[in-house]
């Protein structure tokens, strides 16, 4: 079954415990990129990847690394996680230029 | 910036009526355009989209209107069905971005009683 999964699907963490939420996809997509989903602000992109060891910023980055050593995977660290990161995240893959993004079942955060 | 804006966070039909939900955009660039639904507990999952070669696409029950001059689009849901009952997010990406790097609006969340 072509599929994104992430994990964890829900964490509770504390300020400046480092995290990493994973990412794999099934459908060899070139194309991944992490979301976070706000309540009035909808789904914004913090990073996308081109590629293997491509990767660049979206329009809320700040506080977020990513890694792309291999196709099938794209980790999203908090290196020291603040409140402000408490979300709903999205990773998501595509073929390229295709647009139609496939989307994972989320990862609900909360930093205390 | 909001580039992408769907200005009613919530939308409540009757079974059987039609659904339409808004979306405006402000970057002339964008060139194709998504909408897609979520329910609670799961991703998104894309619906149906539209080129701006197009000013209407059709799937089943859902249609989506495209007028570049007012940069406004909308899906229309015929019959709704209580089913349908989720967030509808519309997003927009340019031929000049990078690829699959979508813009997307704020959500409305659609009610279809029974």
């Known amino acids: 079954e072509a599929q994104v999964t992430q994990n964890p699907r829900y964490l509770i963490t504390v300020t400046g415990k480092k995290l990493t939420v994973t990412c794999s996809q099934n459908?060899?997509?070139?194309?991944m990129s992490w979301y976070r989903q706000d309540p009035g602000l909808g789904l914004r992109q913090i990073y996308y990847?081109?590629?293997?060891?491509?990767?660049d910023k979206g329009d809320v980055p700040e506080g977020y690394k990513v890694s792309r050593k291999e196709k099938r995977n794209f980790p999203l660290i908090l290196e020291s996680p603040s409140p402000n990161q408490t979300s709903l995240y999205f990773c998501?893959?595509?073929?390229?230029?295709?647009?139609?993004?496939?989307f994972g079942e989320g990862s609900r955060l909360t930093v205390l | 910036d909001q580039q992408v804006k769907q200005n009613s966070p919530s939308l409540s039909v009757q079974e059987g009526r039609i659904s339409i939900l808004n979306c405006d955009y402000t970057?002339?660039?964008?060139?194709?355009f998504l909408w897609y639904k979520k329910y609670p507990a799961e991703g998104p999952t894309f619906l149906i989209s539209?080129?701006?070669?197009?000013d209407k696409n059709e799937d089943g029950r859902f249609t989506v209107f495209l007028n570049k001059s007012a940069k406004h689009l909308s899906l229309h849901i015929v019959p709704s069905q209580p089913g349908d009952s989720a967030v509808y997010f519309c997003?927009?990406?340019?031929?000049?971005?990078?690829?699959?790097?979508?813009?997307f609006g704020q959500g409305t969340e659609l009610s279809v009683k029974p």
């Open positions: 998501a893959s595509s073929t390229t230029n295709t647009g139609e993004l496939f």
């Open positions: 459908m060899n997509h070139e194309y």
């Open positions: 990847s081109m590629n293997v060891e491509v990767t």
């Open positions: 970057n002339s660039m964008f060139d194709y």
């Open positions: 539209i080129s701006s070669i197009k």
């Open positions: 997003a927009a990406s340019a031929v000049d971005n990078q690829g699959g790097k979508l813009i």
